[in-house]
């Protein structure tokens, strides 16, 4: 990107030209190649002061991955101590209910014996041990045999939705060898397919979350810095997407699934999207389940379109740099720097910016030649003294077809 005045000279920069008369070019029908010699000779005039700052040398460069290497060591520990801080809440908290339900069996256990002497405590046991080992397998002992079995056709479409998802509740898993393999092997095919879906999905939603930023600049920017606005831009898009995919699906869930409070189908809508999918909770699977296939397909529907606002969500966070806590632990101080993304949102068309120092060309033997994008401004059009609105408020400006 450089800069240039309408009527000034286009090879280099002209020495007549001043602060005032330059504006950024972003779009070009017309391409001038100038040789490293006429642009230093340009920069020597009052132009020069739009010259980026030269490169990092090698010490500033060698200061920021020490600095990001300390800071990556520290986070480990700090990751460690979190992992730890959570298993020592959930032993306080989970353990004293669980001390609870193992008295309850035990007593639950001795009751059954003593009602029913003529069964032995080891046959009891073995019971048990098969009732255990069944469920692990997905096989309920307390569905009678007009229950749905675990491999129909809708249940085994729910669970090829948790596979290619990577939610993978674990509820039901498959018994044979020949399922085993087939399942890596649909893995492997079907979640990088579920990622190309996701990715496309994520990129046509970011048109209009992105001329939602740019009405949000063009309406906030003289009050607010840039900043500011991406922060309330990726709220808004936060709060839609917690309405629509973790309240409005709460509020049904718990209308819909027997025994499920609002707070178990938060629970469930939390655990699915971010594919935690720890598998305590699954609707569709209660006895007698009405339409139970087209049940399973919508709530496969539903995990796909939540998958991608979430992605959607990941994407504008880390398009904030200074939300974006993990780059102080990249050893690299300008990460993706020519990320087609980033500048098309950043509102630079997908052309990354190049600033040249004059010194990096006088020291450099062999003349580079470098192509310098000119676009004269319409007559009619305001002056850059004349347009008062930001330029990070800016709409890429149109080019006429007949230039």
């Not at 492997?188 to 990129?203: C, D």
């Not at 992105?210 to 009050?223: A, V």
């Not at 598998?279 to 919508?298: E, N, S, T």
């Amino acid at each position: 990107m450089l800069f240039a005045k309408k009527g000034c000279c286009t090879h280099g920069l002209d020495r007549g030209c001043t602060v005032g008369d330059y504006q950024t070019l972003r779009e070009d029908p017309l391409e001038i190649s100038c040789s490293s010699e006429e642009l230093i000779q340009g920069s020597r005039g009052p132009a020069a002061n739009f010259q980026r700052e030269p490169l990092s040398d090698s010490a500033t460069r060698w200061g920021w991955c020490r600095r990001a290497d300390l800071l990556f060591t520290v986070y480990i520990p700090l990751y460690w101590c979190y992992l730890f801080l959570g298993a020592a809440l959930f032993s306080r908290i989970e353990g004293p209910i669980e001390q609870r339900y193992i008295q309850f069996i035990r007593d639950l256990r001795a009751d059954f014996l003593t009602k029913h002497p003529c069964v032995a405590d080891a046959d009891l046991e073995e019971l048990i041990t098969e009732i255990i080992s069944a469920n692990n397998r997905g096989v309920s002992a307390v569905k009678n045999a007009t229950s749905e079995p675990n491999w129909s056709f809708g249940q085994s479409f729910f669970f090829s939705s948790t596979i290619v998802t990577t939610i993978g509740y674990g509820h039901v898993h498959p018994l044979s060898e020949g399922g085993k393999i087939f399942c890596i092997i649909y893995a492997v095919i079907g979640i990088p397919m579920t990622f190309i879906l996701l990715t496309a999905l994520v990129e046509r939603l970011l048109i209009p979350t992105t001329w939602l930023l740019y009405w949000l600049n063009s309406k906030l920017g003289h009050l607010y810095q840039p900043f500011n606005i991406r922060v309330f831009h990726l709220g808004i898009i936060g709060v839609i997407s917690l309405l629509l995919f973790m309240i409005f699906p709460a509020l049904i869930f718990a209308k819909l699934e027997p025994g499920w409070d609002f707070l178990d189908s938060l629970y469930y809508c939390f655990i699915s999207l971010t594919t935690i999918g720890l598998g305590d909770y699954i609707p569709g699977d209660a006895r007698d389940q009405p339409m139970r296939p087209l049940y399973k397909v919508c709530i496969t529907a539903y995990l796909l379109l939540g998958l991608t606002f979430v992605m959607l969500l990941l994407h504008l966070y880390n398009d904030i740099p200074q939300l974006n806590l993990g780059l102080f632990l990249l050893r690299s101080s300008d990460p993706a720097p020519n990320d087609p993304e980033r500048m098309r949102l950043s509102g630079t068309g997908g052309v990354a910016p190049k600033y040249t120092s004059a010194s990096e060309l006088q020291h450099n033997d062999q003349p580079v030649r470098q192509n310098v994008k000119v676009v004269s401004r319409p007559v009619d059009s305001p002056s850059p003294e004349e347009d008062t609105t930001p330029v990070h408020a800016q709409m890429p400006p149109i080019i006429p077809a007949n230039q």
